[in-house]
């Protein structure tokens, strides 16, 4: 090997050089931006554990170089629930795709931001299921024409940030692919946060996605990204307005509400303190 | 005294002695959703977990306590979950889960009757076949039968020990009859309790690849945050944890591994008892409550001079296979009796070399009285 390498080299894990991403894809983007958002925090790499679920966005926790979990469609969140739950110590991420985290998954991210489970969730909301070659999923657009939409759309889509807000997540951000630094800056933001906290990245599928809406090459969803999506200032989700012909990206909510796994420790630590005191092993009848 | 073995003699629930026999046996996570009659456990949990410095969470569905277990589980806590059919069939894709991803954790299954919502209040033993087979590929898992309160309580910490020697989901199958049976319950003093934890690994975590197995096919197990840094997934993978799911010779290989590690040390997993089997024309085979009148039975039928005998499986999975075919060389008959339509019958007549098998079945709820179970030996002679 030569002495030239990559700066965020030491962060991919070895072995894992076949990239299963097209060309153009955002995911990478999002994976290189969370790399150097653990390389500028400093973090302990091996306090860091990274859940994904099934489809293209679900692949990122294999490339990274700490603890990394792939579970089932959908399943990210509870695995990644289990993990903090067991050892709130760990920092522990979830990063995976609308399909997987909104459709299959959608119950059990209004869940773990309603009990506040300090874990992160970074979803790369691509508009539809890349893995599986373009069908529509819960976030398709209406009148978008995809593979299961061949006379368009005529659901609408879900507004994740509105949706996060409303279950309780105590940090939700969004960002389209081209505000590559912004999704660092939130990626940081959310890594240091107690409770449970949520980015949506609008990403980039040329493949599956653009291909399919006229816009088959990566700098034509990049450009519309540019030229529709505005900055929102105010931390209010009501403004977190998302048309083709308008995309509010910001930050959304950064509150504080008491975190799951530190209400149970302090509950459990009551228990045991007052079951000492009292002399007692157990007030449970069996 | 010990938080977690209450040791001492109770007059309790089956679904309690079960929640007691996790603890004995160190486990520290348990995740759970409502549902008749594996309620029980849930609630016990809820109580008994914080006092022993544990974790108890309802999560939002079966799925999501599966998966939560799973993450448990390898953030290095001995992981169970308790339910009944409909929850046990929402939870098969991540018992495939569990297998692929080598994580010990224990599953009870208080059985219902089915198909679907079935019959919640009432026994059964209907999701035998589905304990081997509800997840899609090839595995083997290990299951076993309790019959009494004291075995609930046994037998869910021999699970824990399974799950934790092989690495993989252990389940523990009691009817409705038994989760529900209040009978006697001793927890014996902690160092008569033989536990067994997972193999850890001892090499320098650069040199850990967290799926390459020693000689007993099981690979030393790593939990997330010590610095190992692997990656476990559901996909086809090598033995240092990459996926790898096109090579036909890295997919054979592995699940080969997966279902050998557990047929190879059968031997040391499978329980069975025995009654009056020494001299016997006919046995009868039985598990769960049904064993207890089958024992009955052949009591009964032992006094009127029939030679009857009785094989109880206490292990379901793998199957007892080799004690069947022993056995079939010296009977005459085997009589099965079950609470279901037909599903161990079908191993036994597999394993049975020469001997005929005939079949009780009894469904609603109800067990075998020890009369109908005599009356079909009378009938099977
Ligand atoms: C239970 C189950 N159903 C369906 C699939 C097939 N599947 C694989 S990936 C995927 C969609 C993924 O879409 P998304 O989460 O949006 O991620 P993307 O591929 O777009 O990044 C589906 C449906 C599966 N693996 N498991
Ligand atoms: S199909 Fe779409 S989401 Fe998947 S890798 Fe290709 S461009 Fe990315």
Redesign the pocket.
């Known amino acids: 090997m030569s002495g030239l390498m990559h700066p965020l080299e030491k962060f991919v894990r070895p072995g894992m050089e076949s990239r299963i991403w097209c060309s153009g894809c955002s995911?990478g983007i999002v994976l290189n931006e969370f790399l150097r958002a653990i390389d500028e925090l400093g973090l302990d790499m091996n306090k860091i554990v990274v859940v994904s679920?099934?489809?293209?966005?679900?692949r990122a926790s294999g490339y990274i170089n700490v603890d990394a979990f792939h579970a089932?469609?959908?399943r990210a969140i509870p695995v990644a629930v289990g993990i903090k739950v067991a050892k709130p110590e760990l920092n522990v991420v979830v990063i995976?795709?609308?399909?997987?985290?909104f459709?299959?998954g959608g119950n059990h991210f209004l869940h773990a931001a309603r009990r506040n489970v300090g874990i992160k969730v970074i979803c790369?909301n691509?508009f539809?299921?890349?893995?599986?070659g373009g069908?529509a999923?819960p976030t398709t657009p209406m009148g978008a024409f995809l593979t299961t939409t061949p006379y368009g759309n005529i659901e609408s889509p879900l507004n994740l940030v509105q949706l996060a807000a409303a279950v309780g997540a105590t940090y939700v951000a969004r960002w389209t692919a081209f505000h590559v630094r912004r999704i660092k800056e939130s990626i940081k933001k959310a890594l240091a946060k107690k409770g449970f906290a949520f980015i949506e990245v609008v990403g980039i599928?040329p493949e599956?996605y653009g291909r399919r809406q006229k816009m088959p090459r990566p700098i034509d969803m990049m450009m519309w990204f540019k030229k529709n999506s505005v900055i929102s200032r105010e931390l209010d989700p009501s403004k977190a307005e998302f048309t083709p012909e308008k995309i509010v990206v910001g930050e959304f909510v950064d509150v504080e509400r008491p975190e799951y796994t530190e209400l149970m420790r302090g509950q459990i630590n009551s228990i045991i303190e007052r079951l000492e005191k009292e002399g007692k092993v157990s007030d449970v009848e069996i | 005294m010990r938080r977690d073995v209450l040791t001492g003699s109770y007059f309790t629930l089956g679904d309690i002695a079960c929640a007691e026999g996790a603890l004995a046996a160190g486990c520290r996570y348990f995740a759970g959703y409502p549902i008749t009659p594996a309620t029980e456990i849930a609630e016990h949990m809820a109580r008994r977990m914080p006092e022993v410095g544990g974790i108890y969470i309802q999560m939002e569905d079966e799925i999501a306590s599966i998966a939560s277990a799973i993450g448990a589980s390898y953030a290095g806590m001995k992981a169970m979950t308790a339910t009944s059919g409909p929850g046990f069939s929402l939870m098969q894709?991540n018992i495939g889960l569990a297998v692929m991803t080598e994580a010990p954790l224990v599953i009870v299954n208080v059985m219902r009757g089915g198909p679907s919502t079935g019959q919640p209040t009432r026994g059964g033993q209907q999701d035998v076949m589905q304990t081997k087979w509800g997840s899609h590929g090839d595995y083997e898992v290990i299951a076993f039968a309790p019959s009494s309160v004291q075995e609930m309580f046994d037998l869910t910490i021999e699970a824990f020990n399974c799950a934790e020697r092989f690495r993989c989901p252990a389940f523990v199958l009691a009817e409705e009859n038994v989760g529900h049976l209040r009978e006697k319950l001793v927890i014996p003093e902690p160092h008569e309790i033989r536990l067994v934890e997972r193999k850890r690994p001892k090499c320098d975590p650069k040199e850990y690849a967290p799926f390459k197995p020693d000689e007993d096919l099981i690979p030393p197990m790593a939990h997330f945050g010590e610095g190992f840094r692997f990656y476990a997934t559901g996909l086809t993978h090598n033995e240092k944890g990459l996926p790898r799911t096109v090579d036909p010779d890295i997919h054979a290989k592995l699940v080969r591994r997966l279902n050998e590690k557990i047929r190879r040390h059968a031997k040391e997993i499978i329980k069975v008892k025995t009654l009056y089997l020494d001299d016997a024309d006919i046995c009868v085979v039985a598990y769960g409550i049904v064993s207890r009148s089958a024992a009955s039975a052949v009591r009964l039928a032992r006094e009127m001079g029939i030679k009857a005998g009785l094989l109880k499986l206490v292990t379901l999975w793998p199957f007892p296979s080799d004690e069947i075919s022993r056995l079939s060389e010296g009977i005459k008959k085997f009589l099965v009796c079950e609470m279901n339509e037909g599903q161990i019958v079908r191993e036994v007549e597999r394993c049975s070399k020469c001997s005929k098998v005939s079949f009780l079945p009894k469904l609603g709820g109800e067990i075998h009285t020890p009369k109908e179970i005599l009356s079909a030996i009378k009938g099977a002679l």
């Not at chain 1, 995976?96 to 985290?101: E, K, Q």
């Not at chain 1, 539809?128 to 599986?132: K, P, S």
């Open positions: 995911d679920g099934i489809g293209c966005a679900g089932t469609h959908g995976s795709g609308d399909g997987d985290l459709s299959i790369i691509n539809n299921y890349g893995m599986t069908q999923g599928c599956q | 894709e």
